[in-house]
């Protein structure tokens, strides 16, 4: 079944400076690529997701870039602000496991003002 | 506005127990998903369904059943409570074209 891997387990960055995130995935038929943001006491919210018939998707100060050769995918985050300061997941998903969502192990993101 | 609620938020209870966490939505989706989240694991998922009368099982679903009786509620059943199971736990749901999934604010579980 799909496999994610999510690195790294913590980043910490100065406000204004950007923070990437990377993922990659094992199944090649994986097709649907969701990003997450988790604060505290809360439950994941969908920040941003690609499709694989895209490379790069760019919302305001966030992007996800997918390399399907490579089979990995990154969150990458301009601008940092101390809102910013949360656990980020990454997630896959597969026609071939039905389009469950498989998550990667999270990254705990810490935006020193 | 539509929405995906869990209840209780917070549960304690004893072991060999059974315990249900309710999960409903308002959303009309067909899939609905359970996960736990236990630190170094991310989300794990334990049951998921595509629709009335259908579940299936997830990466970790020993202890733990589902039914689906309707389209807007997922229980999840721990049959009997184990130490191991103390977790927070999610519930999700999905349109089944698009992917994008919407999480509830979960139910912290705690055994002892």
């Known amino acids: 079944g799909e496999n994610v891997e999510q690195h790294p387990s913590t980043l910490s960055v100065q406000e204004g400076d950007s923070a990437v995130i990377k993922c990659t995935y094992s199944?090649?038929?994986?097709?649907?690529f969701p990003w997450y943001k988790q604060e505290l006491g809360k439950g994941p919210q969908l920040i941003i997701d690609i499709r694989s018939n895209v490379g790069e998707k760019k919302d305001q100060r966030i992007a996800v870039t997918l390399n399907k050769t490579a089979k990995h995918f990154s969150l990458h985050i301009t601008e940092t602000q101390p809102e910013d300061s949360a656990v980020y997941f990454c997630a896959a998903s597969s026609p071939r496991s039905s389009y469950k969502l498989i998550f990667g192990s999270g990254t705990r993101l810490l935006v020193r003002p | 506005d539509a929405e995906i609620t869990q209840s209780p938020r917070h549960k304690i209870t004893e072991t060999g127990r059974q315990v249900t966490l309710a999960c409903h939505q308002t959303?009309?989706?067909?899939?609905m998903f359970w996960y736990r989240q236990d630190l170094g694991h991310g989300l794990r998922l334990i049951h998921y369904s595509y629709g009335v009368q259908d579940t299936n099982k997830g990466e970790v679903s020993d202890g733990y059943s589902v039914s689906r009786s309707n389209t807007e509620d997922l229980p999840l059943t721990l049959e009997s409570a184990a130490s191991s199971q103390t977790s927070v736990y999610f519930c999700?749901?999905?349109?089944?074209?698009?992917?994008?999934?919407?999480f509830g604010q979960g139910t912290r579980l705690t055994v002892v």
């Open positions: 199944d090649s038929a994986s097709n649907y």
């Open positions: 999700a749901s999905s349109d089944r074209g698009s992917g994008e999934a919407f």
């Open positions: 959303w009309n989706h067909n899939n």
